[in-house]
């Protein structure tokens, strides 16, 4: 029973596509992600084998991604504003 397995990356998946992303458009990806982290299975068969799902790896990837993406922003956002 060969299964086909998307693999590909979800739709806004480039690091450089995050750092031009505001805040709200990077909470909205990041609750994108998590809805399909939920409805992914963990686990597929592969070769007669469960493997982890690869698309599920790649979703976590990308999290991590946005994340960073958010840590940043609010690091820079704390930063004290110097007057000239």
Not at 5 to 33: F, K, Q, V, W, Y
Not at 37 to 61: A, C, D, K
Not at 62 to 70: E, F, G, N
């Amino acid at each position: 029973m060969s299964q086909s397995l998307n693999l590909s990356a979800p739709a806004d998946a480039s690091a450089a596509d995050l750092s031009t992303m505001s805040i709200r458009e990077l909470i909205g990806a990041l609750t994108a992600i998590e809805d399909r982290l939920r409805h992914l299975p963990t686990f597929v068969p592969l070769s007669g084998r469960l493997v982890t799902n690869p698309e599920r790896r790649l979703l976590l990837r990308h999290q991590r991604l946005v994340i960073a993406s958010l840590r940043r922003r609010r690091a820079a956002l704390r930063l004290p504003v110097t007057n000239p």
